[in-house]
């Protein structure tokens, strides 16, 4: 009964992310001013949970009550983590990760597993061990941890990895990636799938809540990662934050980018530190930036909720690490509220009894820039709405040509020669659109289909029915975008694409550029894959190539 539980909720998360994940934790209960921040958060369809420690779990009454009524969802602060579960080769310790399970059973509450893969608090033993042993040591970790709690309702998801980037993007250099290369990030999440296939699968990192180049690395693996059919199903956003460096670019277009990919997000590690000692000025500008937090995840259907890391100034890693810095969370020392729980209640409490019904406003007259045989660049001022505008279609006549969560589009897959006459309409959460704006026209180029372009193909991998190709795309004179069309025997079909946009119509399969790769400098190269099925044995047809 307990796994039928499980296997309902996660289901249902899958398909509709927001509402059915609360009410799955406490069902959705009228808003009111007094009302606990779990319960407006249900009734937004949104988990708000905390990072708890043990210690005072055990020890603390105010503590264990405050965690127990004001949260739906709980993530352990430490002892999930590989130097405490399994400290030891194959010597496995639950004490700590049982009682935080048991706590929030008792209290209705879901909890996330944090975390498997890290380069942090990992024991030595495994650090030093070969490529091969290090892998098997990834497969019977995830096993035996994910599988402890595969069974049990409380545990709906897992970090399966955490922290795999550096700040500019890069894959960190840790002992992961050194004995494995990228590798083990693959490896992880189809461990985690089969060690519990109802478990949403999260990777999760800190600095990618803005848009930056660290979130668009992250962006990027988990769009690769998805076509290649690795078990991605969420985005983690820690959201360790502090004043004085401003609140991050662009949170909630982020988020929804990430959406898009078809991944649910979430906040899963807020708190918002300030330079001490704290005065009322200081407190005021934190609670904008709790609230700013909780509004982008609300105004993000997909976002499933926020966690807070802690909640109570009395515990909290951050004076450790950050000297002279501290006061982070919702509730002070004392277990008093700060401004920074009002912001977090009432922007959750917010517009529970008043549906959105305002659009957003017409945007401004789009302009047409880098006209390319096959795609366009499209720039219009900003719609504004009484809550947020959450992104844009771009039509002609009635066919959607492309979509945005900013205000701006690069339109690919266009034909050349030919005369468009575009138009966008802004959207809000609420599914609110504005009036068309007016038009612009502009006539792609004429363009050979490749342009001056050269493309090479290459088989990446094969099996039985199905292989693995790759294009690398290479000019000679500077583009802003690229067509490739693949001619196969009959019997091949191609339904994935990545770095590229794909229109199948076998037994030709055009692959146009994405909109983050249309622009090859000249002399440069661009490289996109796909994923095929063919009805043949052996080694897989090779395309024409035009
Ligand atoms: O348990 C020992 C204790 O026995 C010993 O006396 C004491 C002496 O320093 O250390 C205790 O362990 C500490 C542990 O927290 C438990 O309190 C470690 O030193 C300390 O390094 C560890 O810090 C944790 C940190 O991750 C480690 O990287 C923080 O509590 C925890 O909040 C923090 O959480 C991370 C997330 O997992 C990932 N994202 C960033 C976030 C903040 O750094």
């Known amino acids: 009964m307990s796994s039928l539980r499980k296997a309902i ?7 509709l992310p927001l509402v059915t994940a609360a009410v799955a934790i406490l069902p959705a ?6 009302a606990s921040l779990r319960e407006h958060a249900a009734a937004r369809g949104k988990f708000i949970g905390a990072a708890v420690a043990t210690s005072p779990l055990a020890n603390e009454t105010s503590y264990r009550n405050i965690a127990a009524t004001e949260f739906n969802q709980i993530t352990a602060e430490n002892v999930m983590k590989w130097d405490t579960t399994e400290p030891s080769q194959n010597q496995f310790n639950w004490t700590g990760a049982d009682a935080v399970v048991d706590f929030a059973t008792q209290n209705n ?7 498997l893969v890290w380069h942090n608090q990992t024991p030595n033993w495994v ?30 998801s897992w970090d399966v990895v955490n922290e795999v980037f550096d700040d500019n993007g890069n894959m960190r250099n840790s002992f992961w990636y050194q004995k494995l290369g990228d590798t083990y990030i693959a490896d992880a999440f189809r461990a985690a799938r089969a060690a519990d296939p109802d478990a949403r699968l999260c990777i999760n990192d800190y600095n990618v809540e803005g848009v930056n180049a660290k979130s668009t690395a992250m962006y990027n693996l988990v769009r690769t990662l998805r076509a290649q059919n690795v078990p991605v199903d ?28 078809g991944v649910q997000v979430r906040f899963t590690e807020i708190d918002i530190r300030i330079q001490m000692p704290r005065d009322a000025a200081k407190d005021a500008q934190q609670a904008t930036y709790y609230r700013d937090v909780v509004n982008a995840c609300l105004a993000v259907t997909q976002c499933a909720g926020i966690t807070l890391w802690g909640f109570t100034d009395k515990y909290s890693w951050v004076p450790d690490t950050f000297p002279s810095e501290g006061a982070a969370l919702i509730y002070d020392a004392n277990y008093a509220k700060k401004p920074a729980y009002t912001a977090v209640h009432d922007a959750l409490a917010g517009g529970t009894t008043t549906p959105d019904t305002e659009a957003p406003t017409r945007p401004g007259t ?11 660049t499209l720039n219009w001022t900003a719609s504004t709405d009484n809550r947020a505008v959450t992104g844009y279609d771009v039509y002609q006549g009635t066919t959607r040509l492309g979509s945005s969560t900013t205000n701006s589009v690069t339109l690919t897959g266009l034909s050349p020669q030919t005369a468009y006459s575009v138009t966008v309409v802004a959207r809000d959460a609420a599914g609110n659109t504005s009036a068309a704006s007016a038009a612009v026209t502009f006539t792609t180029l004429a363009g050979q ?32 975008g690229w067509k490739t069309v693949l001619t196969y025997p009959s019997g091949v079909n191609i339904t994935q694409s990545w770095s590229s946009t794909l229109s199948a119509a076998p037994p030709a399969f055009t692959f146009t550029n ?14 996109f894959g796909f994923i095929g099925s063919w009805n043949g044995n052996g080694t897989p047809p090779t395309p024409t190539i035009s």
Not at 128 to 155: C, E, F, W
Not at 514 to 527: D, F, L, Q, V
């Open 9 to 15: 909720s996660a289901g249902a998360i899958a398909l």
């Open 366 to 376: 789009p302009t047409a820039s880098a006209v390319t045989s096959s795609g366009a």
């Open 234 to 261: 969420c985005v983690g956003f820690q959201g360790h934050l502090a004043t004085q460096y401003g609140f991050p670019g662009q949170v909630q277009q982020n988020l929804q980018r990430f959406a898009d990919l």
């Open 29 to 34: 209960t009228p808003a009111h001013a007094s």
């Open 449 to 480: 289909p490749g342009g001056p372009c050269t493309s090479t193909y290459k088989t990446v991998n094969s099996w039985q029915g199905g292989f693995q190709g790759e294009v690398t795309v290479s000019c000679p004179a500077a583009v802003t």
């Open 127 to 156: 650090q030093n061990l070969s490529a091969t042993d290090m892998r098997s040591a990834i497969q019977n970790h995830i096993a035996k941890v994910v599988g402890r709690y595969a069974a049990n309702p409380t545990v709906v």
């Open 109 to 115: 509450q879901q909890v996330h597993g944090h975390t």
């Open 514 to 527: 994405a909109a983050w790769n249309g622009s090859i400098p000249a002399g440069g190269s661009t490289t």
